[in-house]
């Protein structure tokens, strides 16, 4: 990851920094086969990516660490100054206050049973006496206002001050600044392109995305034509009639729009008996009775677009015809959900016709099917990189012999005059022999390298590798692939990728055309690693058919010239950014939409979770990623569901109860979701009076199902997140669930059972869902055991995301309660894309077999992710299907198309490329042992579910026994007594038995059986980088912080301490150590640390004074302190998970968290190190 | 009363074969995404327990008349049938897992069952023909 300035170019260059001194010193060792020069031995990822900033000339050498906070603060900034508006709310605060009273007495004073009674009688008394019926005493002063109350307008209610603020009626169609955009033609492509690809305008497009209130520049343009043709055709009849409905409401302006509300709202229907009505602010000034038969929904998407109807009639034919196409296809197949084919239609499958024919010529018939790929390509580069290819199987014969070489590596004379002869024939193999020098693990105790393990550099020509993808995005096991499946079953070594698609960028290239230029046979997007035949048409790399270039690709805008169709941006960056046209699109880019639902019952209340949210969200409305469409809505539920009609025009947000929780249906459900501009007061009323609403409430049950499934119906027309915060079992309705945790069995070393689901209820609502576009998030915030091995269900397959706060309490979990604000600060109002889904695409003779992530596999290569977050890290495993031996690269293609929640859709692709070796020596070579211990992890959540969890620790254990075993085995002149490993593998034992001491697969400690559950649900969906902290944590020593080595980070001095083994041999009582866990900091200090430490760094006196729960470092004005801030805030910007800082003193109770970790020590149930190493030899002598 | 059981099985018989075909090609549509996997379980879900019962009421009547050969033939395929139903973990939609199928090579090894298995109800076919006919004779 760093690559920075201040740390000098010799430990930067070497991955493990550790022997970079005395490696690069000596005469390289090289070895093994086809190794040919050493003229850039010292190359490692550092220095790559210097190059890689240098030469692609639009990205600043800045260090990625640094951007992030930058980033935010600009952010914050920003809106703090603009929209923020904090009198608003506390004089909302104020006038809430004294009605809120009343409410809570109702509230209480109405006991539920009655109502559940009611659910029994229904149908049989109309909806209006069972209100009556239902409400016991307290009501009845309510209920003198029934009759008045069908009928009173909105403005009739309220009191002075809100209806003030109402008084002046928004027209719906002026809050869509957007649509004021002149729509450009389709057939003037350059005017986009010109704009958009130059160097300056990259930058602004990203901040685009980023900041709402730059939104308008000019890549709205395109889209800004599309929905036209989608109305028409994509909206089935009724929903076509809503449209004609809100058109016209839209042009006779507010007025219809209010009159139609009140309508609405006045309906009676027996049907549905138990509805109540209940104004929770005001006692009795409004309760109308609302039914489900109210249908007319408002579609503000449709709204927009149907005020320019023929301005675009060209581009409307395509798009028509290709959705009827599509509709037709889904028609044929009886498929459940149209939506869904016709996604698959749109980024991978079937070729849109209609479009290809006007931008591109007739298709070339298809010239050789397996040429080499190599003798075009890259006209630039071909000299050495053609000589490459003959050269390495040229040297293949030799490859055995070479391996005698390791033992006499030290004194190996004749290197450099080798390496000086074969310079010229290839750039290749330069890292080579460092990875592959034998490491004896049983005696080199030290293998912990002192900086951070970074990302092997695949073993190409320095060309591509700067072409080449970020470690950080796109990550293979094995960076030299293996040609045949025999030879990869020969290195017992997985083989997948692990991928990070979504995450923040600081540079990215953004590319508006109106062709996206894609393989006609495979629909691989053009990307660096294509072949350009000659000016006129190109080979794709992936399946090797020759395409066109279309004439529109000729045009170069970055350099303005004519026919250097290899120099455009999609040629030169392997991670870039399209614009999509229409044809990317099913119906028109949804809103931004938000729904969250609380749980409310009396442990939820009692642990306080509600303050903490509605804070968050009150702070971070405005930041809420979206546009003027954005929308958002809310339901809590105990042992009821309660809705919350926000519709703009009321004075107060109004609640909603359904007690009918086995058939739950949507009082108003035009009214629950409203658009968050123009309903901005009424949701800070509602947030604000959320907390203390059900303070006093004895409702301890949680029908957590039916909230679901009445979300699920909210969304469904439109797509979006819901959030779920839940605190507990839920134990009503549909999905209940039962504990299942034998407390007793928590330590067990043998069985451990319940890690899979025990209802299909949130599958299929996940499921559900995703076929919607909507994905579930799951804040599960309980004391007790909660079944997150059922509740994890509804995020896994919806593409949502987990998070997990066992025993949280806002009082008496302090750390807890930090971290959720600072988790849901993050969540809120980071980038978000909607109705996405994801290809992966590999080279012919690969295939994908195995996917792990929070997503719906839809068919065998897409998944489907009704939301996409930057969080988000997938990963998948990959079998080799036929031999590569007609090839000596393969390139690995994700692309992700999303909608951003500025509603313009989106194409991401990255593309990683790879060289193929035929040697097993090779394999290890390239082997990368991060990613492999994170496929292996993702691997082994799978078995421990599908089969048992000592399957599972069997299998990592294994993994390793297997792979050393292989290795050792084809040196055959290695001692066999040791356990050697190649230096690419060197830390793979080390990993495994980290791995094995963690709570998803530990066994012997007590583990709560929800803790290991979401280790699991952790494992499979973080990307790479947050994974290995997870399994294998950093510790660095910060009493004697220095600048030796430091790097400058924003003008700061950042020092590098280096990393220590985690072993409690490496603590002293005298230190104080920060342990980085990924979501947490440890500091711990012993008991005789310097008192000038405790002074200057925690400013209190002594040891003794420091409190034990300490969450925060001080900012003392001195230079200590001044060193261990900048270090820790740059561990912290270096990542979006906030994480939270925990002081832990030497006689703490809390010790434990702290000592678990340390993986290197013996526990009573688990190896040490080096018994595990040992464990291992015998194994492999076995 | 021996060719009235063979007309019942080979009756049987021909709707089991149907059903391997209807698996087949419906397995075939979701591996060339003509069908989502969605749709495609919940319609082999639909099938699996009907499927159970005929051949374990085949499997069961060859037993009743003392045909041991044909019983031990259908028994591991009976045992087998109805194994996997009972295995399937509380939290799948049923045999076929929507969210399972693309993973781990499931799709190609129900699809390889499938195969096996109109074969084997094939063979069975031509088997209780002719012991049918052979009845029908020796009647």
Request: glycine letters at 4%; one cysteine or more.
């Amino acid at each position: 990851m760093s690559a920075p300035a201040g740390i000098p170019p010799r430990s930067a260059a070497v991955p493990g920094g550790a022997r970079a001194p005395a490696a690069a010193a000596r005469p390289p060792p090289c070895q093994n086969g086809p190794v040919q020069n050493q003229m850039q031995f010292p190359f490692g990822y550092g220095l790559h990516l210097e190059n890689y900033s240098a030469s692609s000339g639009h990205y600043p050498p800045v260090p990625h660490e640094a951007v992030p906070s930058q980033l935010n603060n600009q952010y914050v900034a920003d809106y703090h100054s603009a929209c923020y508006s904090i009198p608003v709310q506390s004089v909302m605060t104020t006038s809430v206050g004294p009605s809120m009273l009343n409410t809570q007495q109702l509230y209480s004073g109405a006991p539920h049973p009655v109502e559940s009674a009611g659910g029994l009688t229904q149908g049989a008394i109309s909806s209006a006496s069972h209100l009556h019926t239902s409400v016991p005493q307290s009501y009845s002063a309510v209920s003198s206002h029934y009759s008045s109350s069908t009928s009173s307008s909105v403005a009739s209610q309220g009191f002075p001050l809100s209806s003030g603020r109402y008084a002046m009626p928004t027209v719906s169609s002026a809050v869509y600044p957007n649509l004021s955009y002149p729509s450009m033609s389709v057939g003037s492509p350059y005017g986009q392109v010109f704009t958009s690809q130059s160097l300056p305008a990259v930058g602004q497009f990203e901040e685009t995305n980023t900041f709402p209130d730059q939104s308008s520049t000019v890549p709205r343009t395109l889209q800004q034509q599309v929905p036209l043709g989608y109305n028409s055709t994509s909206w089935s009849t009724s929903d076509f009639q809503s449209a004609q409905d809100n058109f016209s409401r839209n042009n006779t302006g507010s007025l219809a729009k209010a009159s139609n509300q009140i309508n609405t709202v006045g309906i009676v229907d027996s049907s549905h008996p138990v509805s109540q009505n209940v104004q929770f602010t005001k006692p009795g000034v409004e309760t109308s009775v609302v039914s489900s038969a109210v249908t007319s929904s408002i579609r503000t998407p449709v709204g927009d677009h149907l005020t320019e109807p023929a301005s675009v009639p060209s581009n409307t034919q395509p798009s028509e015809s290709l959705l009827q196409e599509a509709i037709d296809s889904s028609s044929t197949t009886s498929s459940a959900s149209p939506v869904i084919n016709n996604y698959d239609a749109l980024e991978g499958g079937g070729y849109p016709e209609t479009n290809s024919a006007a931008s591109s010529p007739a298709p070339t018939p298809q010239t050789s099917r397996t040429p080499k790929p190599f003798g075009y390509g890259y006209p630039t580069l071909q000299p050495g990189y053609q000589n490459a290819t003959p050269s390495t199987s040229a040297m293949q014969p030799s490859n055995p012999g070479h391996h005698s070489g390791f033992q006499q590596y030290p004194q190996y004379p004749g290197v450099n005059q080798l390496s000086s002869t074969l310079g010229g024939l290839s750039l290749q193999h330069s890292q080579q022999p460092e990875s592959l020098r034998p490491v004896n693990l049983t005696q080199d105790r030290n293998i912990l390298p002192v900086s951070p393990v970074l990302a092997p550099v695949p073993n190409l020509n320095s060309d591509l590798r700067k072409l080449n993808c970020s470690p950080d995005s796109f990550r293979c096991t094995l960076t030299n692939i293996p040609q045949t499946q025999a030879l990869l079953n020969k290195a017992k070594l997985p083989l997948g990728l692990l991928l990070h698609p979504f995450r923040d960028l600081t540079q990215l290239p953004v590319i508006t055309s109106s062709t996206i230029v894609r393989c006609r046979s495979c629909r691989t997007y053009i990307n660096p690693f294509v072949s350009f035949i000659d000016q006129r048409r190109w080979k794709c790399n992936l399946c090797y058919r020759v395409n066109d270039v279309p004439e529109e690709f000729m045009y170069n805008p970055l350099t303005r010239s004519y026919g250097e169709p290899h120099k455009r941006p999609e040629v030169q960056n392997s991670t870039v950014e399209f614009i999509a046209s229409s044809d990317y699109m099913l119906r028109p880019p949804q809103p931004a939409v938000y729904l969250f639902v609380l749980d409310v019952s009396h442990n939820a209340v009692e642990a306080g979770y509600l303050t903490i949210v509605c804070q968050s969200l009150l702070e971070n409305l405005d930041k809420l990623p979206g546009d003027s469409r954005t929308r958002i809505g809310f339901i809590t539920f105990d042992s009821t569901v309660q809705f919350y009609n926000l519709q703009e025009g009321l004075s107060q947000p109004q609640m909603l109860i359904v007690s009918d929780i086995d058939d739950v249906f949507l009082p108003t459900p035009d009214s629950l979701l409203v658009n968050l501009h123009e309903s901005k007061e009424l949701i800070k009323d509602l947030l604000n009076a959320l907390p203390t609403m059900f303070i006093n409430t004895r409702e301890t049950h949680s029908a957590l199902g039916p909230a679901l499934q009445a979300a699920f119906k909210l969304m469904s027309p439109t797509g979006g997140r819901i959030s779920v915060f839940q605190s507990q079992l839920p134990s009503l309705g549909a999905g209940l669930l039962h504990s299942r945790e034998d407390p007793n069995q928590r330590s067990s070393t043998k069985v451990v059972q319940h890690l899979g689901p025990a209802t299909d209820f949130y599958k299929k609502l996940a499921l559900d869902c995703s076929g919607q576009q909507t994905a579930v998030d799951l804040f599960l915030l309980s004391s007790q055991y909660s079944d997150l091995a059922s509740l994890a269900c509804m995020s896994k397959y919806s593409a949502g995301c987990i998070y997990y706060y066992p025993s949280f309490h806002h009082s008496h979990n302090p750390a807890q309660a930090e971290k959720l604000q600072k988790d849901l600060k993050r969540y809120l109002t980071r980038k978000i894309g909607f109705e996405a889904v994801m290809r992966i695409r590999c080279t012919k003779g690969l295939s994908i077999h195995t996917f792990h992530g929070n997503f719906f596999v839809r068919s065998t290569d897409l998944l489907s992710l009704a939301n996409v977050n930057p969080d988000a890290g997938f990963a998948v495993q990959m079998s080799i299907e036929e031999s590569l031996t007609d090839t000596s690269l393969v390139c690995f293609q994700t692309a992700l198309l999303y909608t951003s929640s500025k509603g313009e859709r989106r194409i991401r692709v990255h593309t990683l490329c790879l060289p193929v070796v035929t040697s097993l020596a090779d394999v290890y070579a390239g082997a990368d042992v991060q990613a492999a211990v994170c496929l292996l992890a993702n691997m082994a959540v799978d078995r421990s579910v599908s089969s048992s969890l000592s399957d599972a620790r069997d299998a990592l254990v294994n993994a390793v026994v297997d792979s050393l075993s292989a290795y050792i085995s084809t040196a055959s002149n290695l001692q066999q007594s040791s356990l050697i490993a190649p230096n690419s593998l060197r830390l793979f034992p080390l990993y495994v038995l980290a791995l094995l001491k963690q709570k998803a697969f530990r066994t012997g400690t007590s583990t709560r059986l929800d803790d290991r559950i979401y280790a699991m649900c952790q494992i499979k969906s973080q990307p790479l980088v947050h994974l290995m902290k997870m399994i294998h944590p950093s510790l660095y020593r910060i009493d004697r912080l220095t600048n030796e080595g430091a790097i400058h980070v924003n003008d700061r001095v950042v020092p590098q301490p280096p990393l220590q083994k985690l072993s409690a041999e490496k603590l002293t009582r005298e230190g104080a150590f920060l342990m980085d866990c990924g979501s947490i900091f440890y500091i711990w200090i012993g008991k005789s640390c310097d008192n000038s430490f405790i002074k200057d760094v925690l400013g209190y006196p002594n040891y003794a004074s420091v409190p034990q729960k300490l969450t925060q470092l001080p900012e003392l004005d001195t230079l200590s302190s001044e060193r261990a801030r900048s270090f820790i805030s740059w561990l912290r910007d270096s990542r979006p998970l906030n994480p939270v800082l925990q002081l832990i003193k030497d006689e703490s109770p809390a010790k434990t968290d702290f000592f678990q970790h340390l993986v290197e020590d013996r526990t009573e149930a688990a190896f040490s190190y080096y018994e595990f190493l040992l464990h291992i030899q015998q194994q492999i002598c076995k | 009363m021996e060719s009235v059981v063979f007309i019942f099985s080979l009756i049987d018989c021909c709707a089991l074969i149907f059903l391997s075909v209807y698996f087949i090609i419906t397995l075939s549509d979701l591996e060339c995404d003509y069908i989502n996997a969605r749709s495609c379980c919940s319609k082999l879900n639909k099938w699996v327990v009907p499927e159970l019962i005929g051949h374990t009421i085949v499997t069961v009547l060859m037993l009743i008349s003392l045909h041991w050969f044909i019983f031990l033939l259908n028994l591991p395929v009976a045992t087998w049938n109805i194994y996997r139903f009972i295995m399937v973990p509380s939290g799948n939609l049923g045999v076929f897992d929507p969210t399972e199928i693309h993973n781990r090579g499931q799709l190609k090894s129900h699809m390889k069952e499938a195969m096996i298995k109109l074969g084997f109800h094939l063979l069975c076919f031509f088997m209780y023909l002719y012991s049918m006919i052979l009845a029908l004779i020796n009647d």
